[in-house]
Every structure is written in C-alpha cells, then in structure tokens.
C-alpha cells in the first residue's frame, strides 16, 4: 500500500474532533525544534480538511474567538515553548478550550456555545460580547477554584494532555486566569498607549512607567501583561529594556536587576527565542532574505543588551543569551557551509556584515577578554568573507 493511502486509512480512523487536533500538534511542532519525519504529508491532507481558505493556522470556531477575545493582543504565533513572560501561545488555545468545554464546564459551556452562535447569527455583536463575558467571569471563578488546590492543579495538567503534548499549556491555562482576573484594567491600560512608538526616548520610557506604575498598584501580578502591550508598540523590540536600565542608578547588572520591571530583559530574551524559532523555518525554506532580516535584528539585540547592562555576560541573563548566540551561530553555520567557499552567500553580504551588532559583538568580546573571543572572530570572519 502506498504512502498517502496508509495515511488516508490511519486518518479516517479518527474523529474529526481527533484530526484537528492532531493537525494543530503538528503544526506546533513544525515551528518548535522538533523534527517529524514523514509529517508533512500528514499535514497537507488535514490541511487540505480543515484550512480550506489556505491558511495555516488553526480558525477558531465563534465561541472560543469570542471567549478568548481579551487575550488577543497577548497571543503570540510559533513562539517555542519557553518562557514567553506576558504572552500566550496561541496554540494552546485549542486544547484549553476542549478542556473548558468538555471537562471544566461541558453544561454551561454548551449553553454558551448555542446562545453566541443564535447571536451571531443575527448579527448582534454587543451582545455576543456580553455573553462572553459572562462565561469568561464564570470561567475565572471556577478556574480559582480547580487550580488553587494542589490535587485539582494535578488533575488539570492530566485532562490537559489529552488533548495537547505541549509542555505550556497548564502555564498558558494559569496566564488565561491573570488575565481575565485584569481584563478591564488590561484593556484601559491599553487604551492609555499610543498606537506605536518609534522612538523610546526618555520622556516616553518615564510617561509608560507612570502609567505601569498606576496599573500596578491593583495589579501586581499581571504586569508582565502590561509590559508586553507596550511591547507591541516599540519599533525596536530590544528597547523595552530601557525601562530598567532608566529605572537604574548605574548600568551594573545587579542594580538593572533589582528594578521593578527588571523582567523586561528576560522578556528581550524571550523575542530572541522566537527570533531563532523563525531563522530555523526560514533556513529549512530556503527564506534566505527573511533569514537575513531576522539576523539584523538578532544581533542588533545581542549587542544592545552586551552594553547597555554592565556585567550582563556574567549574569543568569548572559548565560541564557551566549546559549541562545551559540545555536543562532550553528544555524547560520550550517546554512552558509552548504555553498563553496569561493560562492557569495547572502548572509555574508556587505550590509550584513556592516552591522553595528556583528563588529560590536567582536569589540565587546575583545574587551571582555574572554576565551570566545578566537571562536567568534573566526566565525565572523567565515560569515562575512564571502561577500
């Protein structure tokens, strides 16, 4: 039997219900580190059933949408599976709701499924919304209550996976019940921004931290919330770190750290991660222009966050990012090694290799003394020669 017919007999084995969330599995693990040989017929016949307008993110059906309305601006799309201070997965969404609606509340929320959809049918948007509100409510309180015993925590993680492998999805559960704790405050702080700010400069970092500083006052817990809102509006996604560094007496590391908002370096750090998730699928696509674009942007962050915080390369936060420089470098390593030396390679290019960050990183690594510093500039020196 051949290939496809085994999978379309393996795949008619399955619930719809089954299928689609197979297909979501294997969409995460497409944009994770994780390789699947043989998935990519797997995922073109569910494609084929389940995205019929092309695209390749999971649609969620009209109840879940209006439900997870308030997260929206802190969904994040392909992000691995790390930290991700003050964002959610979007694809945990799909196993959270299974849960919701067939473990959590199966009777309210099947109520609510029909009375959303009778609404929507008629076009009555207003109060779609409420409705959805309501549930959320009813949601947060009994989420307080199944996730506050240590017995119900341990239940929920089981019930979780089985629908989802993903190693987030109790994390992005408990981040869903902060923000629907701070929906409204959420949404006004959000109001309260400016659609985007293309320049950080001293008298915006110190108006943004008035208004967290407001927001925080009610709200603790859920600032790395409002953190990420602002996050979204920068321009130059590595200058959310000046809310410490401002915050600071020095630049040392450890005054950095001990700021109120020090979490917005491990939150630069984060965007790092899903900055290589992203050069990995471009490179597997052969991308090589969007590839380079992510490049400018990863070393124009690495060499920002190397000195503008004194000592950083000695810190927790220094360790994570020479980790997070070491695979980036494998990546390009590896891509740049598939051509003959004597063959220009976009990534080598001049403009690249004109990049504040790349001779940054070999002048602070010079500085700093360290034993990197023969290894990074002969790699450097492989990247960029073959312009």
């Known amino acids: 039997m051949a290939l496809a017919d085994r999978i379309q007999e393996f795949l008619q084995r399955l619930t719809p219900l089954t299928r689609n969330c197979l297909l979501t599995e294997l969409e995460r693990l497409e944009i994770s580190e994780a390789e699947l040989p043989g998935s990519a017929e797997l995922l073109a ?22 439900f997870f309305a308030p997260l929206e601006p802190l969904l994040v799309d ?71 015993s240590p017995d119900g925590a341990n239940q929920t993680r089981i019930k979780l996976a089985t629908y989802t492998a993903s190693r987030v ?41 008035r208004l967290l500083h407001a927001f925080g006052k009610a709200h603790a817990e859920e600032i790395p919330f409002a953190l990420a809102l602002v996050a979204k509006r920068l321009k130059t996604p590595w200058h959310l770190i000046r809310l410490a560094t401002k915050a600071a007496p020095s630049k040392n590391v450890a005054d950095v750290a001990a700021t109120p908002y020090a979490i917005v370096v491990s939150m630069v750090l984060d965007r790092l991660e899903d900055g290589r998730a992203a050069l990995r699928v471009a490179l597997k696509n052969n991308r090589v ?18 000195v503008r915080i004194d000592g950083f390369g000695q810190s927790d936060w220094g360790s994570r990012l020479d980790h997070l420089m070491n695979s980036i470098a494998a990546l390009v390593e590896a891509e740049v090694a598939r051509f003959p030396d004597n063959v220009g390679h976009v990534l080598g290019s001049r403009s690249l290799r004109s990049h504040n960050s790349l001779a940054g990183r070999l002048t602070y690594l010079a500085f700093k003394g360290r034993d990197a510093v023969s290894d990074g500039a002969a790699y450097c020196k492989k990247l960029v020669g073959a312009s």
């Open 45 to 66: 016949k569910l494609r084929a059933e389940f995205r019929k307008d092309g695209s390749t993110q999971n649609r969620a059906s009209n109840a879940s949408r209006y």
């Open 78 to 148: 392909g992000a691995p599976e790390h930290a991700n201070s003050g964002r959610i997965l979007r694809g945990s969404l799909a196993a959270i709701w299974e849960w919701i609606s067939r473990d959590l509340l199966p009777t309210m929320a099947r109520d609510y499924i029909k009375k959303i959809e009778e609404l929507i049918a008629t076009n009555n948007q207003k109060e779609a919304k409420q409705v959805a509100a309501t549930f959320q409510t009813k949601v947060m309180k009994y989420l307080e209550s199944t996730l506050g």
């Open 169 to 209: 999805a109790y994390d992005d559960l408990t981040k869903i019940l902060s923000v629907l704790r701070a929906r409204d405050a959420l949404a006004k702080f959000d109001e309260t921004l400016p659609p985007a700010i293309q320049k950080f400069d001293d008298a915006k970092v110190a108006k943004i931290t």
């Open 289 to 306: 222009l969007v590839a380079k674009e992510l490049l400018t942007e990863i070393y124009d962050t690495e060499y920002a966050l190397q």
